[in-house]
T-cell receptor, first 112, second 116 residues
Framework: GEDVEQSLFLSVREGDSSVINCTYT??????LYWYKQEPGAGLQLLTYIFSNMDMKQDQRLTVLLNKKDKHLSLRIADTQTGDSAIYFCAERKNTGFQKLVFGTGTRLLVSP | ETGVTQTPRHLVMGMTNKKSLKCEQHLGHNAMYWYKQSAKKPLELMFVYNFKEQTENNSVPSRFSPECPNSSHLFLHLHTLQPEDSALYLC???????????????FGSGTRLTVV
């Protein structure tokens, strides 16, 4: 497909793990990113993964990459209410100059 | 504050008005971007400037007119907008368009635009 695809909503209980999924479009994309957007704010870079890796862990965040299926996921362990935000997946496409293409964002709601 | 400042934070304008959005960064970045964020849609790249030169116009209607007088400032001039142009307009910057991957983009907080 043409678009980076994400589900729109995810609701979890505090303390549970959250898994946010993304399907990207270009198998030649070199880097894939996760950004977080809190209410009233811009996007903040959370983490990224290079396309020759299949996993990256950074504290409570684990990124899994399946290049064959062009599938990316973000797992947040021990989810807290402060993790409630919109999470965007983005791919860095090699089209002339390198640009980021974003998905729709997944709104994560963490309830106490 | 992320280092990218957008003003105003909120803007309500009529369809016949002319207004401008401003973006400013003092991060030493040379590439600046305008994105449009609408509900339930992917973030849409509108314009890219690299070292003050426009490198991409993503089929944006001419009622949106960007201006980049220097590497630190980016404007989006608006005129005769439509209600469907109501959205959050985000500015971002990066070292340059070929910038290192772990740098990513730095985003501003956006301007919430409502066209009435």
């Amino acid at each position: 497909g043409e678009d980076v695809e994400q589900s729109l909503f995810l609701s979890v209980r505090e303390g549970d793990s959250s898994v946010i999924n993304c399907t990207y479009t270009d198998s030649s994309s070199t880097y894939l990113y996760w950004y977080k957007q809190e209410p009233g704010a811009g996007l903040q870079l959370l983490t990224y993964i290079f396309s020759n890796m299949d996993m990256k862990q950074d504290q409570r965040l684990t990124v899994l990459l399946n290049k064959k299926d062009k599938h990316l996921s973000l797992r947040i362990a021990d989810t807290q209410t402060g993790d409630s935000a919109i999470y965007f997946c983005a791919e860095r496409k090699n089209t002339g100059f390198q640009k980021l293409v974003f998905g729709t964002g997944t709104r994560l709601l963490v309830s106490p | 504050e992320t280092g990218v400042t957008q003003t105003p934070r909120h803007l309500v304008m009529g369809m016949t008005n002319k207004k401008s959005l401003k973006c400013e960064q003092h991060l030493g970045h040379n590439a600046m971007y305008w994105y449009k964020q609408s509900a339930k849609k992917p973030l849409e790249l509108m314009f890219v400037y690299n070292f003050k030169e426009q490198t991409e116009n993503n089929s944006v209607p001419s009622r949106f007119s960007p201006e980049c007088p220097n590497s630190s400032h980016l404007f989006l001039h608006l005129h005769t907008l439509q209600p469907e142009d109501s959205a959050l307009y985000l500015c971002a910057s990066s070292l340059n368009v070929q910038g290192p991957a772990n740098y990513g983009y730095t985003f501003g907080s956006g301007t919430r635009l409502t066209v009435v």
